[in-house]
Structures are given as structure tokens and as C-alpha cells.
């Protein structure tokens, strides 16, 4: 896409204005926001799906990400009417409403137009609304594996393969995506379960492994006792909590990606490079692999 100041497009019947494509958004690598948006487009066959009917909380950048960014909960002013928002229950909301706003990012033109006001994250709840609002129970079960320095990427990799073990125990499979950041998620496909059960279950993993490994691993989010160890946040399967989208850009001082990536990659990771994706690797990636969290979308494993 070639950058200018702004374009006039149209994207599946929608109008849209493109601003300041040539601005760039990561200053370390010279990376555009007309570059954001082209790999947002490329991407988009495999990234949708994932976020179909999945309210979208975005974190934007608008002057980059040397600049403060924000989240971004309810649908902005001047969204298109074309744009489909749902109303989700929200108890003590920050706008002092019971209720928040969401936007839904079915279609390509709703990710062009995000994109457009530097929305680089893209972070989804576990579940899923159905086509006249209404909240499904989750259909997915997620752990983040969250390093606590020195430890990284790869003792992740580590505790990954752990967690794996442990799923197969219950007759579960697990897929591994990188956070696009310093760790990683494991994604488990599940018949709609309760998110209290979704989280107690994960729970129930991770305090199993803190105890099993206790140099490895720390089931509790306190700071001081993470430092080496790889903290296992079971929490993101409450049904509030949201976790970057497979394909989602982050805000750091690359564009990386959050990652789909085989357990033989996982098995194989020695160095933080293993595991580490920018647009164009992911691009790359997809054209020969497709999406390796295709089945993420239509596999429903029995809860144990």
C-alpha cells in the first residue's frame, strides 16, 4: 500500500478514510501505519475467524509506541453505523454505566477502520456473543505464561510442554501461540463450560505445577516471588479478562506478533529468536502453514 496523507478507499461496500498513512508508528523500525493497516488486510483470512463474535477490547497508539497508549473498551464516537457493536452486562464499569459498548470485528472493513485509529492490539474475551447479543458460555480455556526476568521465552517453552502433558492426561489438546511479547499462551478447545469451572480447573493446573516445580514455576501473581519463574496466570479465563488475539500486533519497539507456532517449535525453542515473529515472518508463515489455530474454531473437547 503506498503511503500519503490520506486515501479514500472502500473495503466490502464500506467507504473508508485512511489518515497519515505515512506515519510511523514504530520509530525503531521505521514501521507505518499504512504498513499496520496492509498487514492487518493480509492477514485478515486467518485472523478473523478467531475474532468472530468476540467482543474486541483495543489498545491504541495513535502517536506510536514510544507514546502513552490506551484501552479502549466501547465503541468511540463516530463509528460507522455499518460497524456492529453489542452491549455486554458490565457491573461497576469505569463510565459509571452497568454496560459497555463493544465493538465486533466480523468483517474486513471493521479491521481496516480499527487499524486506521491505531488499534495494534487486539485482545478477546474466552467466549462469544450470539447473532442478537447475548452471552455464550466460554468455548475456549486459556493459561498465560507470563516470564518473570531473567527467565523468558524459552523457559516458557518449558512449562509449555509440562502443561501439555497435563491436559493429555485429561484427554486434552493444547495449542501454543507466542504472547507477541516475552511469553507465551496455551490455547485448549472446549465444549461451552462455565467460566468458574474454566477457572478453577486452570487454577488446579497451575498450583500442581508450582508445587511439582517450585524453581520453575509460581501459580500466584505476586511480583516479588516471579523474578527466574514462569508465572501461570490461570485468572484470564474469568469471564471478564481478555487475551491478545492470535495474528494481533503488539505495541512494542518491533512489530511482533502474537504467534500460532507447533509443539515441534515449542520442543525446539533454545533462544528468545526462536519464537520471535514480526509481520513479515507471520505473513511468511501462513502462506506456507495457514493457520495453525484452524481447529481452535470448530474442535470442542468434553470438559473433563
Given at each position: 500500500m503506498a503511503a500519503s496523507n490520506t486515501v479514500r478507499t472502500k473495503v466490502d461496500?464500506?467507504?473508508l478514510q485512511l489518515s497519515n498513512l505515512d506515519k510511523v508508528l514504530y520509530p525503531d523500525t521505521g514501521f507505518t501505519k499504512?504498513?499496520?493497516i496492509d498487514y492487518y488486510m493480509r492477514v485478515s483470512p486467518h485472523l478473523l475467524p478467531h475474532l468472530a463474535d468476540r467482543?474486541?477490547?483495543?489498545?491504541r497508539w495513535p502517536d506510536g509506541v514510544e507514546s502513552q497508549p490506551f484501552f479502549e473498551k466501547n465503541a468511540p464516537r463516530g463509528t460507522p453505523n455499518w460497524v456492529r457493536t453489542v452491549l455486554v452486562p458490565s457491573p461497576g464499569s469505569t463510565r459509571g454505566s452497568e454496560e459497555v459498548n463493544y465493538i465486533v470485528a466480523n468483517d474486513l472493513a471493521t479491521l481496516v477502520w480499527l487499524a486506521n485509529l491505531a488499534a495494534l492490539e487486539l485482545h478477546i474475551f474466552q467466549w462469544q456473543v450470539g447473532p442478537r447479543g447475548g452471552l455464550k458460555e466460554p468455548d475456549l480455556l486459556v493459561i498465560d505464561l507470563d516470564p518473570g526476568p531473567p527467565a523468558n521465552v524459552v523457559d516458557c517453552c518449558k512449562v509449555a510442554l509440562l502443561l501439555r502433558d497435563l491436559f493429555a492426561e485429561d484427554d486434552l489438546v493444547a495449542w501454543a501461540k507466542t504472547s507477541g511479547s516475552k511469553g507465551m499462551q496455551l490455547y485448549v478447545p472446549i465444549e461451552p463450560t462455565a467460566s468458574q469451572q474454566t477457572s478453577a480447573y486452570a487454577k488446579e493446573l497451575a498450583e500442581r505445577l508450582a508445587r511439582d516445580h517450585p524453581?520453575?514455576?509460581?501459580a500466584k501473581m505476586t511480583k516479588q516471588i516471579r523474578p527466574g519463574k514462569v508465572f501461570l496466570d490461570w485468572s484470564q479465563n474469568n469471564s471478564a479478562k481478555t487475551t491478545v488475539a492470535p495474528y494481533s500486533l503488539r505495541g512494542k519497539n518491533a512489530p511482533t506478533v502474537s504467534t500460532p507456532v507447533t509443539w515441534e517449535e515449542v520442543e525446539a525453542c533454545r533462544k528468545v529468536a526462536d519464537l520471535t515473529f514480526r509481520t513479515d515472518d507471520?505473513?511468511?508463515r501462513v502462506e506456507e502453514f495457514g493457520d495453525l489455530f484452524a481447529e481452535l474454531r470448530s474442535l470442542r473437547q468434553p470438559f473433563p
Open positions: 461496500g464500506h467507504v499504512g504498513e499496520v467482543p474486541l477490547t483495543r489498545k524453581k520453575l514455576v509460581v507471520v505473513l511468511d
